[in-house]
């Protein structure tokens, strides 16, 4: 037996393991289960070059539970180590061997799995256990050793008892870390963290039910058998080549990632590079809704099948957090927690790698199957437009897929849309006037006025359209966009001729006055305008930039920007001069009368703007019915 104080360079490394270098004590498993899976790829390795005159065979990871000896198990079959090795590996604090392992072949092992830099991987079973121990036989056919430490400097080693290659990781729990000798905690860690580890994970047995013998009758229970508990795939579908994979394949594994997504993904983007960066990946374009916020199940990172982290902000693009999948690369540099990642170039070549993969793939979905990619175009537009906003390059390459639908189920990509509507809806100064509305009920007769004038009407009612509408305006010529109810029809796309007011400047003049007298409500500016005589009398318009810039404040940026605080609602109450009805107002000499036709018109613009609520529309219904009487 020999004893000794592990090399490390202040008095007691582990309470600072426990307490500073990981920030989740569960990753304890992931990090011994990772060096076990790196033991058996070595092993795996070193019989393919006839380095180890053995046989690999068919090698598990066991993970056991002794809830009355309160103690951890983690056994696994793969190369073993000798006294030497666990002198250097384990009391020279601290790192699996995985890099100096591939420096050594560095040619013949580039392809082999092997994790590697995982750094201090070993000693995390300190967070969880007081006491660890290490039984381990080397494929070399040296004598087994056993090394323990109780989480002091000082380690024991001695001969131990083992005749079969490979390494069992003993971890007796300590007090305050028992539930980690729960077999549902457990569990729920395997299936987080190594659901999708390159070799098998064994957690217990399970019993397999076997096929009924020849003339068994129905009644008869069919046979069963206990088996080994496979917790994991050790060749989920990203670690295969497209050619290999068929429709049904992606299905069944997105359903594998997100065993609680009923819904079928629209589709899915292979991801598969090994230059300048090793790279694969699946990514799935899930049904999404106007919600910015739902981010329920997210996209999944991994370092060679071992789970990393879902928040992958920083290698994936933000606008591309709302998809979901998985990305596997063994160059994305992390932190001793692999927790966080550290900006640098390579991640930033990934992450523009991803956003031109997604741009490809929704131009030849566009190309290829227009018909439906217009069917999809409302569950993914949110996450199109947020690309379009905030990443130029993704901006150039979607304006040759990126649609524009109209209020009549028409879709345009903008090229198109501006070929259709250039001779139509281009004002007197040349501006081509891109009409829109936000919600068809609610604007319904400002739409069919557009279209009584033979305009196109696009349907734009995702929460950052204001912003997207903003950026278009400034890096296409000649272009504005107005909402049909931002203004008179003919004030939003004025053409050289105008009209005469049926009124003098004196009546007219009059005419304000009175009204403004009449219309309490000061959120109301009033405008004369002379249209024909068969458009409405009142229009209620809510000006375009006040507007927008509400709606950019309320999701964010926009108002924010400018210190507005919260805007108020402003609208334009246009009164049409032409119509006989206004006439009618000047000419009624009761004022009781004439007060009642002004409010009785209002509440009927306020009623087609849907502003016409509460006591209003309660006072607005009871005239209505005197009236009618």
């Known amino acids: 037996m020999a004893t000794g104080k592990i090399n490390v360079s202040v008095d007691n490394i582990f309470p600072l393991i426990k307490k500073f270098l990981y920030s989740d004590h569960e990753i304890f498993l992931r990090e011994l289960i990772s060096n076990a899976t790196d033991a058996t790829l070595k092993m795996k390795h070193l019989t393919t070059i006839g ?25 696994d079959q793969g190369l073993g180590m000798t006294e030497e090795e666990v002198k250097k590996y384990i009391n020279e604090v601290a790192f699996s061997g995985a890099e100096e392992f591939l420096n050594k072949y560095e040619d013949s092992a580039k392809d082999s799995g092997i994790i590697g830099h995982f750094g201090l991987g070993f000693y995390s079973a300190f967070m969880v256990a007081h006491k660890v121990e290490i039984i381990t036989k080397s494929y070399k056919d ?15 080693m001695e001969p131990a008892e083992k005749d079969t290659r490979g390494t069992e990781i003993i971890l007796h729990i300590a007090n305050d870390s028992t539930e980690f000798l729960e077999d549902g905690k457990i569990n729920s860690l395997l299936s987080k963290y190594n659901k999708f580890m390159p070799i098998p994970i064994k957690f217990g047995m399970k019993t397999e039910t076997l096929p009924k013998p020849e003339g068994a009758k129905e009644e008869d229970p069919a046979p069963t058998k206990e088996v080994d508990n496979i917790i994991n795939n050790p060749n989920p579908a990203w670690t295969k080549q497209p050619a290999d994979l068929k429709p049904e394949d992606y299905k069944s594994f997105y359903r594998e990632l997100y065993p609680m997504q009923f819904e079928e993904p629209l589709f899915h983007i292979h991801l598969n590079v090994d230059y300048p960066f090793n790279l694969t990946g699946i990514l799935y374009f899930p049904k999404l809704s106007n919600d910015l916020n739902q981010q329920k199940d997210r996209i999944q990172l991994y370092q060679n099948q071992v789970f990393v982290t879902d928040n992958v902000e920083g290698i994936v693009p933000e606008f591309l957090t709302m998809l979901r999948g998985v990305i596997d690369s063994p160059d994305i540099p992390l932190n001793v927690s692999r927790s966080y990642l550290q900006a640098d170039g390579a991640v930033k070549k990934i992450s523009s790698y991803i956003t031109r993969k997604v741009a490809d793939k929704m131009n030849s979905l566009f190309k290829n199957n227009r018909e439906e990619f217009e069917a999809k175009w409302n569950d993914i537009k949110i996450v199109i437009e947020y690309g379009m906003l905030s ?8 304006d040759k897929f990126a649609l524009y639908p109209t209020v009549d189920g028409s879709y345009f990509t903008f090229g198109e849309l501006q ?12 501006k081509t006037v891109i009409l829109y509305a936000s919600d068809k009920e609610a ?8 279209k009584a004038k033979g305009y196109e009407v696009l349907l734009l009612d995702s929460p950052i359209i204001g912003h997207l509408m903003q950026k278009l305006e400034s890096s296409k010529e000649n272009i504005s966009f107005a909402r049909v109810d931002a203004d008179h029809i003919d004030k939003l796309i004025q053409k050289e001729e105008t009209q005469i007011s049926k009124l003098s400047d004196e009546e007219k003049e009059t005419l304000k006055k009175e009204l403004e007298e ?15 005589s068969d458009a409405s009398p009142f229009t209620i318009t809510e000006p375009e930039f006040m507007r927008r810039m509400k709606e ?43 007060e009642r036709l002004i409010n009785q018109s209002l509440d009927l613009a306020k009623l087609s703007k849907g502003l016409l609520k509460g ?12 009236m009618v009487k």
């Not at 056993?146 to 000082?154: F, K, L, T, V, Y």
């Not at 990443?391 to 979607?398: Q, R, T, V, Y």
């Not at 219309?519 to 024909?532: G, H, N, R, Y």
Request: proline share 4%.
């Open 419 to 430: 070929e259709k509507i250039k001779d139509t809806q281009t004002d007197k100064d040349g």
């Open 518 to 532: 009449a219309i309490t409500d000061k959120s109301f500016t009033v405008q004369l305008e002379a249209m024909d």
């Open 443 to 450: 604007q319904h007769s400002y739409i069919e006025t557009a």
């Open 615 to 626: 006591k209003a529309l309660t006072e607005f219904i009871k005239r209505s019915y005197e």
């Open 142 to 156: 040296e004598p087994a050793v056993q090394w323990s430490c109780d989480g002091s400097p000082e380690f024991i």
């Open 51 to 75: 380095e180890a005159k053995v046989e690999y065979g068919n090698p598990i990871i066991e993970i056991k539970v002794d809830k009355e000896g309160k103690k951890l198990h983690i056994i």
């Open 552 to 594: 950019m404040q309320q999701t964010g940026g926009g108002g924010g920007m400018f210190g507005m605080g919260s805007m108020p609602d402003m609208y334009n109450l246009i009164v049409n001069t032409n119509h006989p009805l206004v006439s009618e107002f000047l000419n009624t000499k009761t004022a009781k009368k004439k």
């Open 391 to 398: 990443e130029d390059k993704f901006f150039d390459k979607a």
